[in-house]
């Protein structure tokens, strides 16, 4: 399992999850039908094979596909209680609908459909959960170079097991012969050596590297910490990184496949705008003093300005435009505005801007136009974030938050840098689905 690359462990984990979610069923029947149960597999199988789809979806927004979350913590086990309730309350919708769905009607047999899969999977994944983190089936890493992001990714990798990997050892790139003898002598074999300096500074280094290399598999510091972290080592890149992996034309079916959802979820969103617009309208009116709308001119792709719309949280502040790092005191926002906060309502004007195509769903924030002139002069390649379109949400957003100073800014700008480098029609669902989970959870963006 230690091999196994991040998508085909989320691979194992979504067959197995599959023939769970069909052998439940089959016991269930068992169960009830006894010699019957052959017959009544024929009536159920259908009609369960297109609420299981639904099922994984839930998995999906509540983490269980993440593996990050792969551990068997209290949390993990929450995940799995809150999907496997959202299933049973999604399948419960659907059958009351359609009261004899594909000729079924399960009360009793969708209980304990729920009931056999949620204890298989609660042990498949909890024996997962120990197997992919075993200290034995962990690939062993050795980094050269020690600084704060060799650092951070052995801190990464220590605290989370079940990603495969352990650090044992971050050295000093001028013990050349050290390096060379400790690699070829790690028992069992050294699996991966992770650089993080320069080798074109350390000749002999390098050529001791050559002399090892029928011994581990060698990676680069930037690819290794993007694997691992989800972002890209803005110290550790140049001009000829984005050169090489910024393969815009390649994009191009991508771009027409999401401008497409990007219109549907839009025209969506700018309907529900429509109809709710009076009633928000008059709420925001009679709450407090000032417009409806709350505009502010943000940067989009190319760097091109564009007026950003919500509906009006917070009272009007005169000097709103001046301050830079504005946080959000709770006295600032109205009573009408925390309702459309919770609600995320205050955001669905932004609909306007996705329909005339200076927003889509998913991309890099879009940034207040005084704010993205000083990241660009203080932020190396940080004009490379108008590539893209900005997003009503996106990697960045669900990574780290509202950046409060520079520092700040640079180090989300790194998540941005992984979305511009990665970014396909898998990946969008992917943030749309953490999105949700997010909000289900509370959270903001």
Not at 48 to 62: K, V
Not at 236 to 257: A, P, S
Request: include cysteine; charge should be positive; glycine fraction near 6%.
């Amino acid at each position: 399992m230690s091999g196994f690359s991040s998508k085909i462990k989320i691979g194992l984990l979504l067959l197995v999850d599959i023939v769970i979610l069909y052998l439940a069923l089959w016991l269930m029947l068992k169960l009830r039908f006894g010699p019957a149960a052959d017959l009544m597999w024929q009536k159920h199988f259908l009609a369960f094979s297109i609420i299981y789809p639904l099922w994984i979806l839930s998995f999906y927004i509540f983490g269980l596909y993440d593996l990050n979350l792969a551990k068997n913590t209290p949390s993990f086990y929450w995940a799995i209680l809150k999907a496997t309730i959202l299933n049973g309350l999604l399948s419960t919708t659907l059958f009351y609908l359609f009261p004899n769905f594909l000729g079924v009607t399960p009360k009793t047999n969708l209980f304990l459909n729920l009931l056999f899969f949620g204890i298989l999977f609660s042990l498949w994944r909890r024996l997962y959960n120990s197997l992919i983190k075993s200290s034995t089936l962990g690939r062993k890493v050795v980094i050269i170079g020690k600084n704060s992001q060799t650092l951070e990714l052995k801190e990464k990798i220590d605290s989370n097991p079940q990603l495969g990997y352990k650090v044992i050892s971050i050295i000093d790139p001028e013990k050349t012969d050290e390096i060379r003898l400790g690699l070829q002598n790690i028992s069992p074999p050294l699996h991966t050596l992770v650089c993080a300096v320069n080798l074109n500074t350390h000749p002999e280094l390098t050529k001791n590297l050559y002399n090892s290399l029928s011994y581990f598999n060698f990676e680069s510091f930037p690819d290794f910490y993007e694997k691992i972290t989800g972002k890209v080592p803005l110290s550790q890149i140049d001009e000829f990184w984005f050169l090489n992996n910024l393969k815009e034309r390649g994009k191009i079916t991508y771009e027409k496949m999401k401008r497409l959802l990007d219109v549907a979820v839009g025209l969506m969103a700018g309907i529900v705008t429509a109809l709710i617009f009076p009633l928000v309208t008059l709420a925001i009116k009679l709450n407090s003093p000032g417009p409806v709308f709350y505009k502010q001119i943000r940067k989009g792709k190319n760097g091109k300005p564009f007026g950003l719309y919500k509906f009006r949280s917070m009272k009007v502040n005169e000097r709103e435009h001046e301050e830079l790092w504005r946080e959000k005191s709770p006295d600032q926002i109205t009573k009408i505005g925390k309702l459309l906060r919770q609600t995320h309502i205050d955001e669905l004007p932004q609909s306007w801007s996705i329909l005339k195509g200076d927003l889509s769903l998913t991309g890099p924030r879009p940034e207040w136009i005084k704010l993205g002139e000083i990241f660009e002069k203080e932020i190396s390649f940080y004009f490379q974030r108008y590539l893209v379109k900005p997003g009503v949400t996106g990697w960045a957003q669900l990574h780290f938050p509202a950046s409060l100073s520079v520092e700040e800014a640079r180090e989300k700008f790194q998540y941005d840098l992984y979305y511009i480098k990665n970014r396909s029609l898998f990946l969008d669902l992917k943030i749309i689905l953490k999105t949700v989970n997010t909000l289900l959870k509370g959270g903001t963006l």
